[in-house]
């Protein structure tokens, strides 16, 4: 059994930092890919960055350059630092963790930024 665990939500004025975290735990052998995802109120779910295990990372287009995803292998944690934060990031931040490289994902059950004006 694996939990994903997400930290670090919050309010945050708009131009501001704000920094989630998320740690997979449980039987774990090796986890692959780690993910950061967002959904907006009345919009899907989308990916906002991911990171392999070997650290390249994907971005959407809308975080490039304000956001940046890193991860601590030995820890299984994955970190999201969100900077210039506008009120568009306002939403539910999910973790998504992978186990090995092909093996099943787990959800985080989210976390939630609020940018304000």
């Known amino acids: 059994q694996v939990q994903v665990v997400e930290s670090g939500g919050g309010l945050v004025q708009a131009g501001g930092s704000l920094r989630v975290s998320c740690t997979a735990s449980g039987t774990i052998f090796e986890i692959g890919a780690m993910g950061w995802y967002r959904q907006a109120p009345g919009k899907q779910r989308e990916l906002v960055a991911s990171?392999?295990?070997?650290?390249?990372?994907n971005y959407a287009d809308s975080v490039k350059g304000r956001f940046t995803i890193s991860r601590d292998n030995r820890k299984n944690t994955v970190t999201l630092q969100m900077n210039s934060l506008e009120v568009e990031d306002t939403a539910v931040y999910y973790c998504k963790a992978r186990l090995s490289s092909y093996g099943p994902e787990y959800w985080g059950k989210g976390t939630l930024v609020t940018v304000s004006i």
């Open positions: 990171i392999t295990r070997g650290g390249a990372t």
